[in-house]
């Protein structure tokens, strides 16, 4: 592990000028997206980068720690051994100054002590004092074994929660700078295809001249406005009068685009092929085959993205909020033709970002307009900026075929899935600096894999094909969307084993227990089903010609890393066709958990946005651009809208951790399909569940 | 040509065009952190701010129509409790606030200014809310971290806290 990561020189950080404090720092990785990256998988063997340096811990002299790191997933076993290294080091300074040997030696918040000699104790930043010591990273450091955790494993509260709650905690949309410039971008009204840009026909600058405080900035496509006052910059954005070119080639229906994306000349790949899938098909007792298809879907960050950029000769300092600081710096280098290395990027939170939203670009859009005034420039999206210029969570479509024998065992799954892959062109780089449109490599979570498409069952004959479609050619920028592709193949994948359940007339949670792949997906989809007290039945045994009508639905699922299942306990309108999602619960089983309470808090989360996913968001769109542009145009679950939620933490605290953030939506999203079968006896295939699709579900049934 | 209100107990005087938005007044003449830009639409309730004790939407509120009224934001929650309540003196935080905290309600938080002075309206009103009178009172206030079923749950302790006479 210490030859993957090696360790590195920790350099000055502003935040350790003052006071003593004790280091151990490493690279993790050669990027620090928190997600995959555009260009795929995580590239070989590499050479830290101290200026990189994105894993450490710091102990102060005031007997606190800071610790930076990736995701628990990813940093947290490189945390572990740092800290590890670092309570060496201390346990040896503790040595020497309570003249005992390190055997002796016992730790506790903090506090070394000698064993059996209670007056004999130091604090860790006593021994740090006001010195720096830099310790090396050898990740060889013995670490404690899980069963003597005592914080790791049991509830902590969160430390933002206070400032949070009483209006004092700085989010990017608050920072300010002196000598700033307000600034907004002026666009039209959603994207049209990422292939074809936007085009300035014509610009009237006297269309804002009553607003005198306002000018606009220009370069090439890109179109902005600045102002000392942010209501001028608002008005102005709003009232600049410009032409825009925007090809007419998206799709002209929704149900269009799925045709597009079949008829594309795709790049086709076999993910797996295991046993003789054809054949078993042929032989077996029960065979369901389904279409699915699932839409655009936005990030939508609550508040939109913001950034401040001050942009000299030869340098830069752009404030923003990113998941990666590093990546956002090399495109804000692209946009400014400026060596990566003249620029700052820091980091303020922002609202929950789910992904890849647009903050790259505002970063960009700042950068680009405080370069063109020559004064720091805060942009903030206005709501239709960010969500008619988002990076969509791209649509899916998929034909899903299983089969089961006499016993009800599943003996073949395919899977063929088509979706194009993640956008890398920002659209500030597009239209200020004309830098073409293009695409990533798929990554592991922007095709199909194994991990998602079918690997809980346990599968003698299955077969998985991507079909990758031309991205560039009349469709939307794509970005990962929290767990990406995930929810849209749960979607299809667990609905066709409800059906097999069913025509093998068994309850869907027997059928899927006696098909699990391993003890660990089992245990969390009883965990699940336990929590919802579930009583083995037929679905769809008890129809009613009721108007409202209940139905219950599970469903298991990942996002590449962790086990999710969940149940739904949903209520159908069938005159309005509306479906309220009741109660839901969720499990998950990651590993190691660190801190329940913020994994229970997740699943929350992931329950209510898998509700809000399934019933209501979907990108719609005219032969030109994106028409979902505001919280109306592209509504969300509400509170009254909100089921109960049960969360349910699965701990396995001998394993590795894994992801949490994404783990169980995609098995609640599927969840609720299934509940409207057992609530109805139809099934849904196109997804979000809105009124118009169900009340037309039901009238064809 | 100034225009006088009182924010959080304090009168203001502002100098800017009586068509300004009011959040943007709070946000940069004042330089509050509560109100804050979610959609300039009244669509979301990221903004929200209570006026003469009612919630307001500040993005689409116009300076010229607070003139002279008593505006409260996040911040002035805790005094603002305190004169309905006659305390002496006004608390850290108003008992909301305090509940949102306990029960670890919030996710990235960004939404919770407006559901704080929603829920706090509310309180102020009916002090012992159903739960169907609090989705009812909340539903205007979206979540994108989908942290209603946790924030139903903190105006039902605050809402005890309350009765208790605690914070």
């Known amino acids: 592990m210490s030859s993957d990561f090696p360790a590195t020189t920790f350099p000055r950080r502003d935040f350790l000028k003052a006071g003593g404090a004790l280091l151990v720092g490493l690279t993790f990785a050669p990027r620090a997206d928190a997600q995959q990256p555009p260009g795929g998988a995580i590239a070989g063997p590499f050479t830290p980068d101290p200026e990189q340096l994105d894993t450490w811990i710091a102990i102060h002299a005031d007997n606190t720690a800071t610790i930076f790191s990736a995701s628990i997933n990813r940093g947290g076993p490189r945390i572990r051994l740092a800290a590890a290294d670092a309570r060496q080091a201390l346990l040896a300074r503790a040595s020497q100054q309570l003249g005992a040997p390190v055997e002796r030696l016992t730790v506790s918040r903090g506090v070394v002590s000698v064993a059996g000699s209670p007056g004999q104790s130091v604090t860790y930043g006593a021994l740090i004092g006001d010195r720096r010591f830099d310790v090396p990273y050898t990740g060889k450091a013995p670490v404690k074994d899980y069963r003597n955790h005592t914080i790791v494993g049991a509830s902590v509260p969160r430390n933002d929660i206070p400032a949070k709650a009483s209006g004092k905690y700085v989010y990017m949309q608050h920072v300010r700078v002196p000598g700033m410039l307000h600034g907004r971008v002026v666009r039209p009204r959603g994207q049209g295809a990422y292939g074809d840009g936007a085009r300035v026909l014509s610009l009237d600058a006297g269309s804002i001249r009553d607003i005198p405080g306002a000018r606009v900035v220009r370069r090439r496509d890109f179109v902005g406005v600045v102002a000392s006052e942010e209501w001028d910059a608002v008005r102005a954005a709003q009232r600049l009068r410009v032409t825009w070119d925007q090809p007419a080639s998206l799709p002209e229906t929704p149900a269009a685009l799925f045709e597009r994306m079949r008829a594309a000349k795709t790049i086709d790949s076999v993910v797996m092929d295991r046993g003789g899938v054809d054949a078993a098909f042929a032989s077996a007792r029960h065979v369901v085959s389904h279409r699915f298809d699932s839409p655009y879907q936005i990030h939508a960050g609550f508040g939109p993205n913001c950034a401040i950029a001050d942009v000299k000769t030869d340098s830069a300092v752009v404030m923003c909020s990113t998941q990666g600081p590093y990546a956002t710096r090399a495109k804000i280098a692209d946009v400014l033709e400026m060596p990566e290395g003249n620029i700052t990027v820091r980091y303020y939170e922002g609202s929950g970002t789910f992904g890849r939203s647009c903050y790259d670009d505002v970063a960009q859009a700042a950068a680009v307009m405080s370069q063109e005034t020559g004064a720091p420039v805060r942009v903030q999206f206005m709501r239709w900026d960010e969500h008619g210029w988002d990076n969509f969570g791209p649509a899916h479509t998929a034909d899903v075929k299983i089969a089961a024998d006499a016993n009800g065992k599943l003996v073949a799954y395919q899977y063929h899935g088509w979706q194009h892959t993640w956008s890398v062109t920002d659209t500030t780089a597009q239209l200020a600096a004309g830098r073409p449109a293009s695409e990533g490599q798929d990554g592991r979570a922007q095709s199909l894999t194994p991990t998602n498409t079918g690997e809980m069952y346990a599968l003698p004959n299955w077969r998985i094909v991507n079909h990758r479609v031309p991205g560039l050619q009349g469709y939307f920028k794509g970005a990962p969307l929290r767990s990406p592709l995930d929810l849209a193949i749960a979607f299809g994948a667990e609905q066709v084993i409800d059906e097999l359940a069913y025509l093998a007339n068994m309850d869907p949670y027997v059928f899927r227990r006696q098909n699990m792949n391993g003890d660990r997906w089992l245990a969390v989809l009883n965990a699940a089903a336990e929590a919802a007290k579930w009583s083995p039945r037929k679905a769809a045994a008890n129809l009613s010609k009721a108007r409202v009508v209940k139905g219950r639905g599970i469903a298991v699922g990942t996002h590449l890393s962790s086990y999710g299942a969940a149940v739904a306990e949903i209520e159908v309108d069938r005159d309005t066709g509306v479906i309220v999602a009741k109660r839901m619960y969720g499990a998950i089983e990651a590993g190691q958990i660190v801190n329940p309470g913020f994994v229970e808090n997740q699943i929350t989360g992931m329950l209510v946005q898998a509700a809000s996913r399934m019933l209501k968001e979907e990108v719609t769109f005219s032969r030109t651009n994106v028409t979902s542009v505001d919280w109306v145009s592209y509504p969300i679950l509400r509170c009254s809208e909100a089921p109960e939620v049960f969360p349910v933490v699965v701990k396995r605290q001998d394993q590795p951790s894994t992801g949490v953030g994404e783990e169980c939506i995609a098995a609640a999203a599927a969840a609720i399909a299934n509940a409207f079968f057992d609530a109805t006896g139809v099934r849904l295939r196109e997804q979000p569940m809105t009124p118009p699709r169900v009340v037309a579900a039901l009238r064809r049934a | ?167």
């Open chain 2, 1 to 167: 040509m100034a225009t006088r209100l009182i924010v959080n107990q304090r009168m203001q005087d502002v100098d800017a065009a009586p068509d300004t938005p009011l959040l943007y007044i709070l946000s940069n003449n004042l330089e509050l952190q509560g109100p804050r830009f979610g959609c300039g639409l009244a669509q979301c309730g990221s903004c929200s701010v209570l006026l003469d004790g009612v919630e307001i939407r500040s993005c689409v509120t116009p300076l010229s129509a607070v003139a002279g009224k008593s505006v409260t934001t996040l911040e002035g929650l805790p005094a603002l409790y305190a004169q309905q309540k006659k305390l002496a003196s006004a608390p850290e935080l108003h008992p909301l606030q305090q509940a949102v905290i306990d029960e670890q309600a919030l996710q990235c938080g960004y939404c919770y200014n407006g559901q704080i002075i929603k829920g706090a309206e509310l309180l102020s009103k009916n002090p012992q809310p159903s739960v169907e009178q609090i989705r009812t009172a909340m539903n205007g206030h979206l979540c994108r971290c989908g942290t209603y079923p946790r924030m139903i749950k903190a105006i039902q302790r605050a809402s005890r806290a309350i009765a208790g006479g605690g914070r």
